[in-house]
């Protein structure tokens, strides 16, 4: 399998990328591995660690694609930056198999829209990051921001997708899909919601139904779908409670000798769940939906990140995820709402 892992962009970058592939090759000696940036910079951190690698091809690309930047816009006039460079080698060169990248989510999306393409038949690719559970697993939110404004078929489409990644990520044959709502009652939702409702029951999948926010990460669902405007408020508020609690608890854990002496006794199990609460480990959101395998990491990447990300790309290739999505796609029963785009 190769690999392309776009070296600039984020916030650890290139160090954590470069990392990340030194502790993925120890997993899989036989991957190969492009990164795409400077040459001089990417080539004097190697030097400088003195690292060796099985697999590894550094293509020269000295511009980058910033935050600051139209995402439209740089992917089209940025032809040497990473991210343009690395997209262009997923598009042309059919043994690459999958493309990493920390940079502009946005650009990434655009590249991955404009450049790449849809598989046959998807109305809208679509965001996937994984989520931990109160249970112990794990929950797929789709979208969480690739399209702020959707139609019923986008929806339809995303359970869809969501439920086959989830089947073959986790090996659960018949994924819980839930249309995150406000509130469990069939009738509940805008208009987009209370229309697409009776469209996810005809579909194949194990749709159970309306759920609140609050019960995103019960572990009684599997597949949370919305729209990419929603899942990404729902995601952010996520980040930001946990980031409030740990942050709250840390200082009162300090607060004075007794809390100190407590939190001693404690400390096994406060890494429990901070390692729980660790999106590092999970890896990146797969652009789910694409012609090819596209996974966006979060700009603070670590190598623990990126180690993540590259064993989520290996087992999303492997699986054939995409040519699993095509046929289901092609096999769908007609639904009243059809994608005008």
């Known amino acids: 399998m190769k690999i392309i892992l776009d070296a600039f962009g984020g916030d650890n970058c290139p160090d954590a990328i470069i990392d990340g592939i030194v502790l993925a090759q120890k997993d899989y000696p036989n991957m190969e591995f492009i990164v795409t940036g400077s040459e001089a910079v990417i080539s004097e951190y190697i030097k400088s660690k003195g690292y060796t690698f099985n697999h590894l091809q550094i293509v020269d690309a000295p511009d980058i694609i910033t935050c600051n930047d139209v995402p439209t816009v740089a992917i089209r006039t940025k032809k040497q930056s990473s991210l343009a460079v690395a997209i262009d080698l997923l598009k042309n060169d059919s043994t ?12 990434v999306l655009a590249g991955g829209f404009l450049k790449i393409g849809r598989i046959k038949g998807v109305s809208r690719p679509a965001l996937c990051p994984i989520l931990p559970t109160a249970k112990g697993g794990n ?48 009738s509940k939702g805008n ?39 929603t899942g990404n408020v729902f995601l952010k508020a996520v980040e930001g409670t946990v980031s409030l609690v740990m942050g709250e608890l840390k200082s009162a854990l300090k607060s004075s000798l007794l809390a100190k002496i407590g939190a001693g006794l404690s400390m096994k199990a406060f890494k429990r769940v901070k390692n729980k609460l660790n999106y590092h480990k999970y890896g990146g959101s797969p652009f789910i939906g694409c012609n090819k395998t596209i996974i966006k990491s979060h700009g603070s990447s670590k190598p623990e990140t990126i ?21 289901a796609i092609q096999s769908m029963p007609p639904l009243e709402e059809e994608a005008n785009d």
């Open 96 to 107: 690459v198999d999958a493309l990493i990248s920390t940079g502009s989510t946005g650009a």
């Open 139 to 186: 929950v797929l939110l789709i979208d969480c921001g690739a399209n702020a404004d959707c139609k019923p078929i986008n929806l339809c489409h995303f359970a869809l997708m969501g439920s086959i990644y989830f089947k073959e990520l986790f090996g659960v044959e018949n994924p819980r899909v839930a249309l995150l709502s406000n509130g469990t009652e069939d």
């Open 191 to 229: 208009e987009l919601y209370k229309a697409t409702f009776p469209l996810l029951k005809k579909m194949p999948i194990n749709f159970v139904g309306n759920m609140e926010a609050r019960d995103g990460l019960s572990g009684d669902y599997d597949v949370l779908v919305c729209d990419g405007f």
């Open 307 to 327: 180690y993540a990300t590259i064993k989520q790309a290996y087992k999303y290739q492997s699986s054939n995820i995409n040519d699993k999505i095509a046929q």
